[in-house]
């Protein structure tokens, strides 16, 4: 079992930045894919950025790519999304998600079925 706790949302005005934050309580963090999904009112969630175990493989979401960047710290057992030039449009809940996988397995996950473990969801709002 995983817990993950997602923190670091809030208010911005567009353009702005902010960083999400995602600790997970499993000590063997290592060896899970993580996502960023989120969902606005009124729509289906949607993927977001996903990073691989080691870190060296991530995919986004075209609508975020160049704007956004997952990262993640096995030593701290988290996972981080920079978010840059913030749109109105990005307004959402994210949600942090956990894919257990094998260390042979250098794969990212794009699909909600996909994923084990998620968190309870953080607020961001981006003011026009």
């Known amino acids: 079992q995983v817990q993950l706790v997602e923190s670091g949302g809030g208010l911005v005005q567009a353009g702005g930045s902010l960083r999400l934050s995602c600790a997970a309580s499993?000590?063997?963090?290592?060896?899970?894919?993580m996502g960023w999904f989120r969902q606005a009112p009124g729509k289906e969630r949607e993927f977001v950025a996903a990073i691989n175990w080691s870190g060296g493989n991530t995919y986004y979401a075209d609508s975020v790519k160049g704007r956004f960047t997952i990262s993640r710290d096995n030593a701290k057992n988290t996972v981080y999304l920079q978010m840059n030039s913030l749109k109105p449009e990005d307004t959402a809940v994210y949600y942090c998600?956990?894919?257990?996988?094998?260390?042979?397995?250098?794969?990212?996950?794009?699909?909600?079925?996909?994923?084990?473990?998620w968190g309870q969801g953080t607020q961001v709002t981006v003011s026009s």
């Open positions: 499993r000590r063997t963090f290592s060896n899970y894919v």
């Open positions: 998600a956990a894919s257990k996988v094998s260390y042979s397995d250098y794969s990212t996950r794009a699909t909600r079925g996909e994923y084990d473990y």
